[in-house]
């Protein structure tokens, strides 16, 4: 990559997913994550980013390029699978405590990993995202250092998050932390740490979710205008949580509350207000991750709720380790094996998308648009056949999104600017 490619390039293109890790980088006298009108955290600009920055930010932004396992790191005798990767132990389980399995999502495998990691004292601090206590429907970036404030935390948080925004700050510090989120933010600390040693040595675990991709914050706000509510309003707008799934509820000031099933707020996938990024997502299924943490409903969505499962993929060595230590502590409870062909039934739309992707990405070359560089997540070899109606229906379909616009993003502005 010769001539580097600018922010509002990365923007303006869609391929911005809003991780913050720019802002980190650059500083926030030059960049500084912001919503914008469209209800995404994009990076605004306040002075010009240094070259070094902006060269570093080319590297590491998963918006320009994610790079899957290294097959010669892969451990022998452990399984990979086409579509799902690198598969140390795949297992059905839950959270050992039945607070953390009830209040958190689904079966709290993340939120009871990450209270292990505090209780063992593997890690000082944890970096995930919480509900911003003044705006309880967008979501900001937190440490927990106490399991009390993990559990806090806890819930699953549809829409727009940035939370590297302080990521090198905590490798400044020098204190060993772990980290959970979405894959695609993984995948970008992932990147930085081939650039800064410091990555490896601190931040020590990296967890994440399998993900269905981040909306916008207008799903949101179309729930609140459907209900003839103003956001300054809500008291708690939770996603997620409190059962498996749980169902989304409001609070406002006045006392009055509301309670959405999943089913009613995610079942059709046409309302989810995705933004671009996570339709050329390569890597939904963390595979980059230390240990990756799913919902698992047969079929692919729940029919009702339940006592809160997980399904828990370990990738690396020290996923392994951590999990194999969180089990025998009972900060993690194994309900049984599961197959990848299993994971393919309970996220079959994580296998429609992969097999898409080839040629969403091809559609976006012969568009002449800047295009992603994705390495080594099998991405060809998975994609449907030529002769698959599907591969033209992705191929056509993606490069008529293009010409009507639809992929590409106003400069950035400030909410309410």
């Keep these: 990559m010769t001539d580097l490619i600018t922010l509002a390039e990365i923007v303006e293109s869609g391929l911005c997913i809003g991780c913050g890790l720019c802002q980190s980088i650059a500083g926030e006298d030059a960049v500084e994550i912001v919503m914008t009108p469209e209800g995404r955290l994009r990076p605004l600009e306040k002075a010009p980013v240094d070259p070094a920055s902006l060269a570093l930010i080319n590297k590491v932004c998963p918006g320009l390029v994610v790079t899957g396992p290294d097959p010669d790191e892969l451990a022998e005798g452990h399984a990979f699978d086409e579509m799902w990767g690198p598969l140390r132990q795949t297992v059905l389980g839950h959270a050992g405590d039945p607070v953390i399995r009830f209040q958190a999502a689904a079966g709290g495998g993340l939120t009871g990993l990450a209270s292990f990691l505090l209780e063992s004292g593997r890690v000082e601090r944890v970096l995930h995202v919480t509900a911003d206590p003044d705006q309880p429907m967008r979501s900001r970036a937190t440490i927990s250092t106490t399991p009390e404030q993990v559990l806090r935390a806890s819930g699953s948080r549809y829409g727009p998050t940035a939370p590297l925004v302080e990521f090198l700050s905590l490798l400044e510090d020098g204190k060993p932390f772990a980290f959970v989120g979405k894959p695609c933010d993984v995948d970008a600390i992932r990147a930085l740490e081939m650039e800064d040693p410091r990555v490896a040595s601190l931040c020590r675990y990296k967890l994440s979710l399998v993900c269905g991709g981040a909306s916008e914050l207008g799903k949101s706000q179309d729930l609140l205008a459907g209900l003839g509510v103003e956001e300054p309003e809500v008291t708690l707008f939770r996603y997620r949580g409190y059962g498996n799934p749980g169902k989304t509820r409001i609070e406002v000031r006045d006392g009055r509350a509301w309670e959405f099933s999943y089913q009613e707020m995610w079942e059709d996938e046409g309302t989810w207000r995705l933004q671009f990024r996570c339709k050329i997502c390569p890597d939904p299924i963390g595979e980059l991750t230390d240990i990756a943490v799913l919902d698992c409903w047969p079929g692919g969505g729940p029919t009702g709720e339940d006592a809160g499962f997980n399904a828990f993929i370990t990738r690396t060595a020290a996923g392994d380790e951590l999990f194999q ?93």
Excluded: C
């Excluded at 969403?360 to 012969?366: A, D, K, V, W």
């Excluded at 992603?372 to 992705?394: K, Q, S, V």
């Design 325 to 417: 230590a969180a089990v025998a502590a009972g900060a993690i409870v194994v309900d049984g094996p599961v197959s990848a062909r299993m994971l393919d039934d309970y996220q079959p739309h994580q296998v429609r998308k992969k097999r898409a992707l080839a040629w969403r990405l091809q559609g976006m070359r012969e568009a002449g648009v800047l295009t992603p560089a994705f390495e080594r997540l099998r991405l060809d070899t998975f994609a449907y056949g030529a002769d698959d109606p599907r591969a033209a229906g992705n191929l056509d379909g993606i490069k008529q999104r293009i010409a009507s616009g639809r992929t590409r993003e106003n400069p950035v502005r400030r909410e309410g600017d």
